[in-house]
């Protein structure tokens, strides 16, 4: 409330004040100011401390009805004078029509001449309260204090938590200001401070969660090329999953081929859409059975996939999926080379099939986002990827459609396999046990692969025992168990009979020294 007005170059007291001067018998009221402004009113033995405009905060009381008295009470004398002896009167209207009815903080409606009264009781029962000079700065300091704390825990904890604490925050803002206003009677507005926080939370939780949903069709845009799209919606959910720039882990790289792809090619060199039609069709069915087997797909490479599982999201039994996965190839390949042919009888075209190698090795890799400045692709480093591409390469020359490495075998034991051969791959020291994939945990139990495996191993055997006479005899064996083999059965029959001729010496371990990549 203000206790002066200045009209022109006079300044002049208000009601309460003056009737406090007129009061007290007091000749004029002196005005303490400086260079900012008024800093108190005072009269001899009483000093009301003011802001630079002169007024007071008032603390607002409710109306007490006893202290009110009826105007037309006093004029028919049904009031006696020891309720107005030695008090101060202060007479006003109180009809709503008469336009002089003030909002408080605590009443919608109180008459003008009540908060009179109120000002009056604040000034003689010395109860200021003071809105320092600090308040402002301490109030913008909240808020630039709330809203650092908001910005740096909302992406640290979430918008749950970080709610939690900004209700936590606003709650001691509260309760500081609600102890300075009763025990200090210093007036500390939160109401900014608490506005600005909800303002600056919904803000920051809205920017927060606008950065998720980006990222999270940035992950699904980037991963909808490489995964089974139930698993890019769960990598969507759990992106904690995801570590961007590398990371280590033990994983089962495939590599598949399209075997005879340059004489295809050449078939097709005056037919540029028709080979990118055939190459489209492979990968597509290709690239379908891998992610149905929770495969990744690393790239495509001329006419070979690369592939990979255990990343981007955790898989126990990769190389079990791994496994499988390259049996489906081989199903879905013969499927494509049905509806191939198919299609080449309905328009007289060129039927070639498809005919694929595939190759797979489990180890330590290094997985993460690869690449330049320019252009990056999530993929797999280390030597167990180098090495599954060198025993994709061996599929031609064991004429096998699939060959596994040891590790693979030994992290998927229920699959049918049969040993290949020790070999040393180009470009590796240390020799390498390769295993030919025959098929699933069903055909592992049947007593045909069971007659072909115990022959086979013991052809190995004798083989490496230099018995090429025991070698040869487990080789026909093996040989009348399973045609699909006769190839593999003609290399190794040469191999006898080459050695026959020339012996390796008692120090050869067995081991075969690939020429080729």
């Not at 002066?4 to 005005?31: F, H, K, N």
């Not at 260079?35 to 001899?44: F, H, Y």
Request: proline letters at 5%; charged letters at 20%; a negative charge.
């Amino acid at each position: 409330m203000h206790l002066l007005a200045r009209i022109g170059d006079d300044l002049y007291p208000s009601l309460a004040l003056e009737a406090l001067r007129a009061a007290t018998g007091q000749a004029v009221v002196a005005v303490r100011s400086d260079a900012v402004g008024v800093e108190a009113l005072a009269m001899p033995g009483l000093a009301i401390p003011t802001d630079r405009h002169g007024r007071i905060w008032l603390r607002y009381g409710l109306p007490a009805p006893e202290r009110t008295i009826s105007a037309g009470d006093v004029l028919a004398g049904r009031v006696g004078t020891d309720r107005l002896q030695g008090r101060i009167a202060l007479l006003g209207l109180s009809a709503a029509g008469l336009a002089d009815v003030r909002a408080t903080p605590i009443l919608d409606g109180m008459t003008g001449i009540a908060v009179q009264a109120q000002v009056l009781e604040t000034i003689l029962a010395g109860e200021w309260l003071v809105r320092p000079d600090f308040a402002g700065a301490l109030e913008a300091t909240l808020i630039a204090a709330l809203g650092l704390v908001l910005a740096l825990t909302i992406p640290l904890l979430g918008p749950w938590w970080s709610l939690v604490l900004a209700l936590v925050a606003v709650a001691s803002t509260v309760a500081g200001s609600w102890f300075s206003y009763t025990r200090m009677g210093l007036l500390i507005d939160i109401a900014y401070p608490a506005l600005a926080t909800a303002v600056l939370y919904t803000l920051l939780t809205a920017l927060s969660l606008l950065r998720e949903q980006a990222a999270r069709r940035q992950m699904r845009t980037v991963f909808a090329h490489y995964l089974a799209p139930e698993l890019v919606e769960q990598l969507a959910r759990e992106p904690e999953r995801l570590r961007i720039g590398g990371e280590t882990r033990e994983m089962t790289v495939m590599f598949t081929d399209l075997r005879g792809f340059t004489s295809i090619s050449e078939e097709f060199i005056s037919e540029p859409e028709a080979l990118t039609r055939l190459l489209n069709r492979y990968f597509t069915a290709m690239t379908d059975r891998i992610l149905e087997a929770r495969g990744t797909i690393g790239k495509y490479m001329g006419d070979g996939i690369m592939a990979f599982w255990n990343a981007p999201l955790p898989d126990p039994d990769h190389a079990r999926h791994a496994c499988a996965a390259a049996l489906e190839l081989l199903d879905g390949a013969r499927k494509l080379n049905a509806k191939l042919q198919a299609d080449a009888l309905a328009d007289g075209s060129r039927y070639v099939p498809a005919e694929i190698g595939v190759g797979l090795n489990t180890g330590i890799c290094i997985v993460g986002n690869l690449g330049s400045e320019h252009r990056i692709s999530y993929s797999a480093i280390g030597d167990p990827v180098n090495l599954a591409a060198r025993i994709e390469a061996q599929s031609r020359l064991y004429d096998v459609p699939i060959v596994i490495g040891e590790a693979t075998r030994a992290q998927a034991p229920e699959f049918a396999t049969l040993e290949l051969d020790l070999i040393r791959v180009k470009g590796k020291g240390e020799p390498s046990r390769i295993y030919t994939l025959f098929g699933d945990a069903r055909t592992a139990g049947h007593e045909s692969f069971n007659r072909l495996a115990s022959a086979h191993a013991a052809m190995l055997a004798a083989y490496r025992d230099q018995d090429w006479i025991g070698a040869r005899r487990q080789l026909a064996a093996a040989r009348a168990c399973d045609g699909r083999l006769a190839n593999l059965y003609a290399l190794y029959a040469a191999r006898i009979d080459a050695f026959e001729r020339a012996p390796p010496g008692p120090n050869w371990d067995g081991v075969y020294v690939a020429e080729t990549k």
